[in-house]
């Protein structure tokens, strides 16, 4: 089973600042990386699959790189509806589908 | 528009047996591989189960042996019926399709489940 970690637990950040969430995967897992967002009392929306191609009606402002083990979400310019809890999953190797344990941003 | 919509989810007693649905809309359950994921409260997202379009289905370790997904052409629903249950079962339960064979496009809004005495 594929493990995945991501960094940091929470995220305190201003509106209009940069967020930068991490996700590693205890093995490669290519380019099979997707991101989700999750608001409270909501299911999880897509944002990223492929570890870098936006969902349909995701805003330029959500970008994902990296490849391999190792893979970035970033939200360039926080707006207040982008405050939730991130979850990055893999794809490579299944099943299990695999989740990490979410980052929560939120607003410092 | 593609459409997940659950139901089922209840408060059931430790041992007893619930089976969610899950009703689909604008495109064909059997096509598609299809999941359930669930959230236990305050915890992150767990896959539970999966069927292909070929009809293999298969489990979480914690679930097998409890836990049987299935879906219903006819009205292009998905199921899981849950045996056994509990405490630990606790948790909202989203279905959601799996596309291109890897990640969920669309989900549901989820069906709580509450196992307790």
């Known amino acids: 089973e594929v493990v995945m970690t991501q960094s940091p637990a929470t995220l305190s950040v201003s509106p209009g600042e940069r967020a930068t969430l991490s996700c590693r995967a205890s093995?490669?897992?290519?380019?099979?990386l997707a991101w989700y967002q999750q608001k409270p009392g909501q299911a999880p929306r897509l944002l990223i699959y492929?570890?870098?191609t936006r969902a349909t009606g995701i805003p330029a402002r959500f970008s994902g790189s990296g490849s391999g083990t190792e893979f970035t979400l970033t939200i360039s310019s926080l707006q207040s509806e982008d405050f939730a809890v991130y979850y990055c999953q893999q794809y490579n190797n299944w099943p299990p589908w695999t989740f990490g344990q979410g980052t929560k941003v939120e607003i410092k | 528009e593609v459409q997940l919509v659950e139901s089922g989810g209840d408060l059931i007693q430790p041992g007893g047996s619930l089976r969610l649905s899950c009703a689909a809309s604008g495109f064909t359950v059997s096509s598609n591989y299809m999941s359930w994921v669930r959230q236990a409260p305050g915890r992150g997202l767990e896959w539970v189960s999966v069927?292909?379009?070929?009809?293999?289905?298969y489990y979480a370790d914690s679930v097998k042996g409890r836990f049987t997904i299935s879906r219903d052409n006819s009205k292009n629903t998905l199921y899981l019926q849950m045996n056994s249950l509990r405490a630990e079962d606790s948790a909202v339960y989203y279905c959601?399709?799996?596309?291109?064979?890897?990640?969920?496009?669309?989900w549901g809004q989820g069906t709580l489940v509450t196992v307790s005495s």
């Open positions: 959601a399709r799996v596309f291109l064979l890897g990640y969920y496009d669309s």
């Open positions: 492929g570890a870098s």
């Open positions: 069927i292909y379009s070929g009809g293999s289905t």
């Open positions: 093995q490669s897992v290519s380019s099979n």
